[in-house]
């Protein structure tokens, strides 16, 4: 009987031995927390395309005479086009403006000016910083016209993808003007409006 007993508590040791044999319970992981992605930098206006535009503002116009200067207004139109190689921009365009700018009584009164530019700038967010250069003519009312080279710079603000804003400020140099012995020297600055398409 002791022997029947002892092997029915042998049996139910091996029996029941698996069921409590190792650690205990191992506890749930922690849960997993995922890091939100950073947001992506805001991307800056595609530049390339075609523009259209006005532009007013500011000439002032001197010479290698004594006082044959003077300033007045200035304004016209402005077209070009642009191709983004995505932190810089380059372009070319043509700017025609009318001025009212006399040098003085007997003198001739500079009557407006068409450009032929490049440019080349570089993005800066929504904006573009740019320089600018290239070939000119200027136009008086009894000298006739005359051809020199412009440089300057500039500053456009993308407003929309099909508006920007900007301002440029451009130096002009016509030397013997009209075939005679007179330089030219003109400044401009103007603000401009452009449409983008």
């Known amino acids: 009987m002791l022997k029947q007993g002892s092997l029915i508590a042998a049996s139910l040791a091996l029996a029941t031995g698996p069921a409590f044999a190792g650690s205990p319970v191992e506890p749930a992981p922690d849960p ?5 992605a950073p947001a992506p930098a805001p991307a800056s206006p595609d530049w390339t395309g075609g523009y259209l535009g006005g532009q007013v503002g500011y000439g002032n116009a001197d010479t290698n005479l004594p006082g044959v200067d003077g ?7 402005t ?3 642009d191709y983004d190689f995505g932190q810089w921009v380059i372009g070319g365009g043509l700017d025609y403006d009318w001025a009212d700018i006399s040098l003085g009584a007997g003198n001739p009164d500079l009557e407006n000016i068409f450009r032929v530019k490049l440019r080349g700038g570089y ?14 003519q200027a136009d008086t009312d009894t000298l006739g016209d005359d051809d020199g080279y412009f440089v300057g ?3 456009e603000h993308m407003v929309t993808q ?5 301002g440029e400020a451009l130096y002009h140099e016509f030397s013997n003007f009209g075939n005679t012995t007179t330089d030219l020297e003109a400044t401009t600055v103007q603000v401009r409006g452009t449409f983008r398409f």
Do not use: Q
């Open 32 to 36: 997993v927390i995922a890091t939100p």
């Open 71 to 77: 300033d007045g207004a200035i304004g016209g139109l």
């Open 79 to 81: 077209g070009g086009y």
């Open 123 to 136: 993005k800066i967010g929504n904006g573009l910083l740019y320089g600018t250069g290239g070939w000119a």
């Open 153 to 155: 710079a500039g500053y």
């Open 162 to 166: 099909n508006f920007s804003l900007g």
